[in-house]
C-alpha cells in the first residue's frame, strides 16, 4: 500500500475524503493543513496546544494518547471521549478508512 484514505469533517459537517500517501512522516493535522481545512497547528505538531484537536468517529483503536496528549486535552475545550490532537495520530497502513471531525473552537 502506498497511500490511504481518510475523511476530515469539517466544522459545518462537510466531509473530505483525502488520500494520502504513507512512508512521508506525516500526521493528522499536517493533512489537514494541506488540504487547506481551518486547522491551525499553532505549535507545530508538538502537542502543546489544541489547535488540532478532533474526534475519531470511526471504529479505529487510536486511543492510546501520551501523558502529553492527555495535558492538552486536559485544557482544552468541547473534550470527548474520542477527543484526539490530530498532530498526534500518524499516517500509517492501520488507520486506512480513519474519519475524524474537527472539535468546535472556543470563539465559535
Request: glycine content about 6%.
Amino acid at each position: 500500500m502506498e497511500e490511504i484514505k481518510v475523511t476530515i469533517i469539517d466544522r459545518k459537517g462537510e466531509s473530505h475524503e483525502i488520500e494520502v500517501p504513507l512512508g512521508i512522516d506525516l500526521n493528522m493535522m499536517e493533512v489537514a493543513k494541506a488540504s487547506e481545512l481551518p486547522v491551525e497547528g499553532t505549535c507545530g505538531g508538538m502537542a502543546l496546544c489544541a489547535s488540532c484537536h478532533c474526534y475519531v468517529e470511526s471504529n479505529h483503536d487510536i486511543y492510546n494518547r501520551s501523558e502529553d496528549e492527555e495535558d492538552m486535552l486536559d485544557q482544552a475545550f468541547f473534550v470527548e471521549d474520542n477527543s484526539r490532537l490530530g498532530c498526534q495520530i500518524k499516517i500509517k497502513e492501520e488507520i486506512n478508512g480513519l474519519t475524524v471531525r474537527l472539535a468546535p473552537v472556543d470563539t465559535e
